[in-house]
């Protein structure tokens, strides 16, 4: 299933937005407002390009029938591997999304480009439940779960700076 979904951070450039994603305790604090626990982030690289790789534990907000598959807990791994800014600034990372112990990801390209109104923080990703019979009733569920968690980032994100 398709995922793609684009958020605005109003009157922030590229490089201060991706300061603030590629900052370890921005993500943390961002987890932790989003109600995540047992919480562990790692950012490996440069200032100019950084992979960053988040597992959390979260309270699993889907609907009764999938939860009676993942439990009321999931644990999801991030994976955001950032490169350098092209020629006009934007800048781009391939994202894995993981449900730990499910069959369940989504794998994406997130880029941070410069418009008249600030940054776009775009995701164009594939959710994939592969779970016979049932995965494509899941991966709406999903797509939904991802939508919101970054949703609420960028939201957290614009008070930060």
Not at 8 to 36: H, M, P, W
Not at 55 to 74: C, E, H, I
């Amino acid at each position: 299933m398709k995922l793609q979904e684009t958020f605005t951070y109003s009157g922030i450039d590229v490089e201060a937005v991706y300061k603030l994603i590629s900052d370890q305790a921005f993500r943390l604090e961002s987890a932790e407002n989003q109600g995540s626990r047992d919480i562990a982030i790692s950012v490996e690289g440069s200032p100019d390009a950084a992979t960053l790789v988040i597992v959390r534990t979260q309270d699993s907000d889907m609907p009764d029938f999938v939860k009676k598959l993942t439990g009321n807990d999931v644990k999801v791994r991030q994976t955001e591997v950032w490169g350098e800014p092209d020629a006009d600034g934007t800048r781009k990372a391939d994202v894995k999304v993981s449900i730990i112990g499910q069959p369940a990801e989504m794998v994406g390209v997130a880029s941070l480009s410069r418009t008249d109104d600030g940054t776009d923080f775009t995701l164009d990703g594939d959710v994939k439940v592969s779970i016979p019979f049932l995965g494509k009733k899941i991966e709406p569920e999903v797509a939904k779960a991802i939508r919101g968690s970054l949703r609420e980032e960028v939201e957290y994100g614009m008070t930060k700076l």
